[in-house]
């Protein structure tokens, strides 16, 4: 019998590291009966059902951006970690698509920044979408290297764009963050209690079948007082959420298309990674774009036949997670003119160490072509 994470290791050195690989292995696969699923929600004396406040944000504006009236919202904390959120798919049936369309197609491009920038022109890495649509294949990335662009595309920065190489946001490489993204984080940190929350950065990741995102803290946002955000679209993820500590033991829990988390407080900055991706129950290219009627507003549109082919196609077999941070604290002066709280504002050059991972990829052990 596979073993369980719990019997696998008791609090202490590495204990993270273990069940990370735990669940990440391959083969055998790990026994998943205790990662916890919100979305079946039985019954676990760790989940605590919350309920949000539904005056905080009219049905109008929650259906704006393709949400439920917040009152309909399934909304979970969990015991021992104080300001976690876990909202499951509060997106109305026939929305998700907008947002994955907005991740593959639109976010990737200039003057936003992506992993391919590193190693191509900017010419190159252009109209990832364009390039990538005519060979777009939906076959298990396990199967042979990913080809297109949109393939290879790993993680996309929005607003303050994170430095990978000095792991600090660059108050001085801001670009316009998107506005329908800006207002979606708004409803849904304005539901879970933070009203004025400022969309600032966004990293989006985009995970393959063999894809995982390393043990981290997220600590460069200067102000900590304010949520992370994090959305998840296409295949199913399962997420460890551990301690203060490396050593501290994590929980495990899925994450499947639609569903929010929320960390703040005392979990704002708690470590957590991302092993593995899992196969959806639920057939995501049946999300479908003919099931809302769109109200045309804020920017937030249906998808084209066309434009939802190539998403299905791309999300069959990968995960697109967003999340959404505010970096500096209320009060600080205006995107144009950034500077970094408690520093002088003519040293921009300063900047705050940061230990964040980004995706890997399994490198396939046999390669068909
Ligand atoms: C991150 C992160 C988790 C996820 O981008 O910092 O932790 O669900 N993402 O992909
Ligand atoms: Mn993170």
């Not at 430095?163 to 001085?172: E, P, R």
């Amino acid at each position: 019998m596979a073993k369980m994470a719990t019997s696998l290791v008791e609090t202490g050195e590495d204990a993270f590291r273990k069940i990370f690989k735990l669940y990440k292995r391959k083969n055998p696969p790990p026994d998943f009966c205790e990662v916890i699923d919100f979305s079946k929600c039985g019954t676990n004396e760790k989940i605590v059902p919350v309920k949000l406040n539904p005056a905080l944000v009219s049905d109008e504006d929650a259906a704006k951006v393709g949400l439920h009236p917040v009152k309909d919202w399934r909304a979970f904390n969990l015991q021992g970690y104080p300001g976690f959120i876990f909202i499951t798919n509060p997106f109305i049936r026939g929305s998700q698509p907008f947002w994955i369309r907005q991740c593959l197609k639109i976010y990737p491009q200039k003057p936003n920044v992506c992993n391919l920038d590193m190693h191509m022109s900017t010419t190159d890495t252009q109209d990832i979408w364009a390039k990538s649509v005519p060979n777009l294949s939906c076959t298990s990335v396990r199967k042979r290297e990913p080809r297109t662009l949109l393939e290879r595309l790993r993680w996309v920065t929005l607003g303050y764009h994170y430095n990978w190489n000095s792991k600090t946001y660059s108050s001085n490489h801001y670009t316009q963050f998107p506005a329908e993204l800006q207002l979606l984080s708004c409803q849904v940190a304005t539901a879970c209690g933070f009203p004025g929350f400022n969309a600032e950065a966004g990293i989006l990741n985009y995970y393959r079948s063999d894809s995982s995102l390393g043990i981290h803290v997220d600590e460069s946002e200067l102000d900590h007082s304010r949520p992370l955000l994090s959305f998840s679209f296409g295949q199913s993820a399962i997420f460890l959420l551990g301690g203060t500590q490396r050593q501290d033991a994590p929980i495990a829990m899925y994450m499947h298309s639609g569903d929010l988390m929320v960390m703040s407080g005392q979990s704002r900055l708690l470590y957590h990674a991302v092993p593995r991706i899992v196969q959806a129950d639920q057939d995501v290219a049946a999300l479908g774009i003919d099931h809302w009627n769109w109200q045309g507003s804020a920017g937030v549109e249906q998808v084209s036949e066309k434009d939802w082919a190539v998403c299905s196609k791309y999300i069959h077999n990968s995960r697109i997670n967003i999340t959404v941070r505010q970096v500096f604290g209320e009060g600080h002066s205006s995107p144009e003119t950034p500077h970094l709280p408690g520093q002088k504002k003519e040293d921009q050059t300063e900047e705050k160490p940061l230990k964040r991972r980004c995706i890997s990829d399994q490198l396939p052990t046999k390669v068909f072509i």
